[in-house]
């Protein structure tokens, strides 16, 4: 008899071992379910849908897709003037003033001089030019470093500006490429958006 109560309370002392056990164990689930939540998937693709400025009618979009070390952007945009206009990331995906102003400068993270996009020492935000045909239409499809979707270089919520004029790769800050036609912040899209 007496040994049977030791051994109902060993089973008890057990069985509230394996209560508080359980007990922490969701705790530690939810703290994990926290951590789950903090590391979301890497992004993979943006986009940047771009819309006039007042006065223009330029349209477009333009995405940005991880490769291994690189980023292949592709750009489609109607609505220019035939001929070279700059485009750039700037860095604040602000396009609400009706020049795009509030998209402040280049996206120069790293402190360096303006120049074109196959320099490594530049704005991280020179993508050089787009060259539109006759009917105002510019296609681009460039792979290039340095643009990335995390850490200081990241493009992500900052927008895509597309210029009135050719940039000259070499004038600073800007690039002379007079005012702003169109303005897309650039947001993560689906991995599988067909663009
Ligand atoms: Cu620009
Ligand atoms: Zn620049």
New binding site residues.
């Given amino acids: 008899m007496k040994r049977n109560y030791v051994f109902v309370s060993v089973g008890l002392t057990a069985l509230a071992g394996l209560a508080a056990l359980s007990a922490s164990n969701a705790q530690t689930q939810m703290q994990h379910r926290g951590g789950v939540m903090a590391m979301q998937p890497a992004v993979t693709k943006a986009i940047a849908v771009l819309h006039p400025t007042q006065g223009n009618n330029v349209h477009g979009t333009v995405t940005f897709t991880r490769l291994a070390s690189r980023v292949r952007v592709v750009a489609d945009i109607t609505g220019l003037t035939p001929g070279q206009h700059g485009f750039?990331v700037h860095e604040f995906g602000d396009c609400s003033a009706p020049d795009a102003t509030s998209a402040g400068?280049?996206f120069?993270p790293m402190g360096q001089p303006?120049?074109g996009p196959d320099t490594t020492m530049?704005?991280v935000?020179?993508l050089g030019n787009i060259t539109a045909d006759a009917s105002g239409r510019a296609r681009l499809d460039v792979v290039l470093p340095l643009i990335t979707f995390e850490g200081p270089n990241s493009v992500l919520g900052r927008a895509v500006i597309v210029h009135a004029k050719a940039?000259d790769l070499r004038t600073q800050?800007?690039?002379d490429a007079g005012g702003r036609v169109a303005c897309g912040v650039i947001g993560i899209a689906r991995r599988d958006t067909v663009r």
Wanted: charged share 20%; proline share 7%.
């Fill in positions: 750039h400068g280049h120069n303006h120049a530049r704005h935000g020179d940039d800050p800007t690039g």
